[in-house]
């Protein structure tokens, strides 16, 4: 018997392409393989013009218990047990989890990722560096490693106090405190919360209306958005006209434009 891939994935034909946690036994924890997996599928992602929005879903009663501490890691380079080893570890090594989250992040296209059930440690800095978390009523939230008396240091810190700010970064890594889904709507964490019953077909609403969106705005909004996160007032406003310059010139905008004045033009009429 053939066994199962540690993850799995499927171009639906309208532009979304699934790549699903596929370890249900090891709680999807993210080992090499799955890894690798990971990266081809989100390297196919964005050099495939075709394909206009990733979900990243798991099967099982995990979304991710993090990293597969029994799996080994593949060094990229050898590093010691000194601080600043420790430190290129986690930049360089860890089965490639920050270069992997960086290019999720930078890639110009939308990336969803839907959690079903718990996502906690590697899993969770996952979903942090995708642009919409949608959760189920059955998901929650944890960074285990406060037990273990270190920090999630693969994005964790960085892109949760970012995104949830100083004050619910606090609960979940000093405290160590858990979020169930409707608190993590409360801090921010997700952007909604659907019945487990219908998760699935939500999920799928949600990815099909991205789908048919422009691809040029979307892709420059992802980008303004970051980038006026970190700016001031007047830096932030120079970098949304700088943007729409661009996105006011693309032969598309001109065209719907054109149309929608002159049906403006015939309603009036």
């Known amino acids: 018997m053939t066994e199962a891939l540690p993850l799995l994935t499927e171009d639906t034909g309208d532009g979304i392409l699934i790549a699903t946690l596929n370890r249900p036994e090891q709680l999807n924890a993210l080992d090499m393989g799955t890894m690798d997996l990971l990266t081809e599928a989100v390297h196919r992602f964005r050099d ?63 990336i969803v990722v ?15 560096s995708c642009d919409f978390r949608l959760a189920a009523t059955s998901a929650s939230y944890a960074f285990p490693e406060g037990l273990f008396g270190v920090l999630p240091a693969s994005g964790g810190v960085s892109r949760l106090t970012r995104l949830c700010g100083p004050h619910w970064a606090r609960w979940l890594i000093m405290a160590n405190k858990p979020a169930d889904a409707q608190l993590a709507l409360t801090m921010g964490l997700v952007h909604q919360v659907f019945p487990d019953e219908t998760f699935e077909a939500e999920v799928m609403d949600f990815c099909r209306h991205l789908a048919k969106q422009n691809g040029e705005q979307m892709g420059a909004a992802k980008v303004a958005i970051e980038l006026c996160a970190e700016l001031g007032r007047d830096g932030a406003r120079h970098v949304e006209r700088m943007a729409n310059s661009g996105l006011m010139l693309n032969p598309a905008y001109l065209e719907t434009m054109r149309a929608y004045v002159e049906k403006l033009g015939r309603k009036r009429g």
Not at 63 to 77: N, S, W
Not at 114 to 128: D, F, I, R
Request: hydrophobic share 35%.
């Open 114 to 128: 839907a959690h079903h059930a718990p996502c906690v440690g590697g899993g969770l800095e996952l979903s942090l």
């Open 48 to 110: 495939t013009p075709e394909l206009k929005v990733m979900l990243i879903r798991a099967t099982g009663r995990y979304f991710c218990a993090g990293a597969d501490l029994k799996g080994g890691q593949r060094k990229i380079t050898p590093t010691g047990q000194t601080a600043s080893g420790i430190r290129e570890n986690h930049r360089l090594n860890l089965n490639g989890m920050q270069q992997l989250w960086d290019e999720m992040e930078h890639i110009e296209k939308p």
